[in-house]
């Protein structure tokens, strides 16, 4: 992983707030609820989850493994934290507020002036063991996307619950999706 890696990650992360707004701004508070059964999120879980992960998870982690000193440990992060932090806005606020902690995240990473060398860096996972600084900003990048798939299989369910004879036709409809 390049130093050009950083610069287009740091791009890909960009995406996420507005592809949120584009999908979820305006939604009926119904569809901020939707999830897919007992023990997964809604949209609007998610983005509490999203929001505590800007706090807690990426910045943080990326200055621990910069630090000079070893040794240098991650704290683990709460997955569900988020849900009682920001559990109380409304969804527009919510996704404002993620806009704007992902810039400021950005501007953060942006300002570390990561050298290639310091990617293979490490600090110690409380879970996994030994990560290195690119496999970190890898992940930061993979969880955006797993949870845009996330929102974007809560849609269809939701839009697709109106959708009549045409059910069959859509695979992420299905109960048990087939090829």
């Known amino acids: 992983m390049e130093a050009s890696v950083v610069s287009d990650t740091a791009a890909?992360?960009?995406?996420t707030p507005p592809t949120l707004f584009a999908w979820l701004d305006g939604l009926p508070a119904e569809a901020w609820r939707e999830d897919e059964g007992p023990g997964t999120w809604s949209p609007?879980?998610?983005?509490?989850?999203?929001?505590?992960?800007?706090?807690?998870?990426?910045i943080p982690r990326i200055r621990i493994v910069l630090q000079p000193v070893s040794p240098r440990r991650?704290?683990?992060?709460?997955r569900e934290a988020g849900f009682l932090t920001y559990g109380h806005h409304e969804?527009?606020?919510?996704?404002?507020?993620?806009?704007?902690?992902?810039?400021?995240?950005?501007?953060a990473l942006a300002e570390f002036k990561i050298a290639p060398a310091a990617l293979s860096r490490t600090a110690t996972h409380p879970?996994?063991?030994?990560?290195?600084?690119?496999q970190l900003l890898a992940c930061w990048l993979t969880h955006d996307a797993a949870h845009i798939a996330q929102i974007a299989r809560l849609l269809?369910?939701?839009?697709?619950?109106?959708?009549?004879?045409?059910?069959?036709f859509f695979r992420a409809l299905r109960s048990?999706?087939?090829e």
Do not use: M
């Open 74 to 78: 991650f704290t683990p992060f709460d």
């Open 127 to 134: 879970e996994l063991g030994e990560v290195t600084l690119a």
């Open 176 to 178: 048990e999706p087939t």
């Open 91 to 107: 969804p527009r606020a919510l996704l404002d507020l993620f806009s704007s902690k992902r810039q400021a995240n950005l501007d």
């Open 44 to 58: 609007f879980q998610v983005l509490c989850h999203l929001l505590h992960a800007e706090d807690d998870d990426w």
């Open 12 to 15: 890909r992360l960009a995406r």
């Open 156 to 168: 269809v369910r939701y839009h697709g619950a109106g959708i009549g004879p045409w059910r069959p």
